[in-house]
């Protein structure tokens, strides 16, 4: 099976986040048409990312959003 290619394959909410993703412009491009123009990579999103649980790029958009309302709500 061919690796994900984080640079240039197609990217959908139910694209699985392996241990070869990557925080490349497609991935940015896919989070900023889930999570809107104010969608930034920051240290805690991105470990989470890459804690080895199972998760989708849709699981990661949600979160994101999650993060964000909670920070709004402050």
């Known amino acids: 099976m061919k690796a994900f290619d984080w640079h240039a394959d197609p990217i959908t909410r139910a694209t699985p986040i392996t241990?070869?993703?990557?925080?490349?412009?497609?991935?940015?491009?896919?989070?900023?048409?889930?999570?809107?123009a104010d969608f930034k990579f920051d240290r805690p999103f991105m470990a989470w990312l890459k804690d080895g649980a199972p998760k989708t790029m849709?699981?990661?958009?949600?979160?994101?959003?999650?993060?964000?309302a909670a920070k709004r709500s402050r």
């Not at 241990?19 to 809107?36: E, K, L, P």
């Not at 849709?58 to 964000?68: F, S, T, V």
């Open 19 to 36: 241990r070869s993703y990557r925080n490349t412009q497609n991935a940015r491009r896919f989070f900023r048409s889930q999570c809107g």
């Open 58 to 68: 849709g699981d990661a958009a949600d979160e994101w959003l999650r993060r964000a």
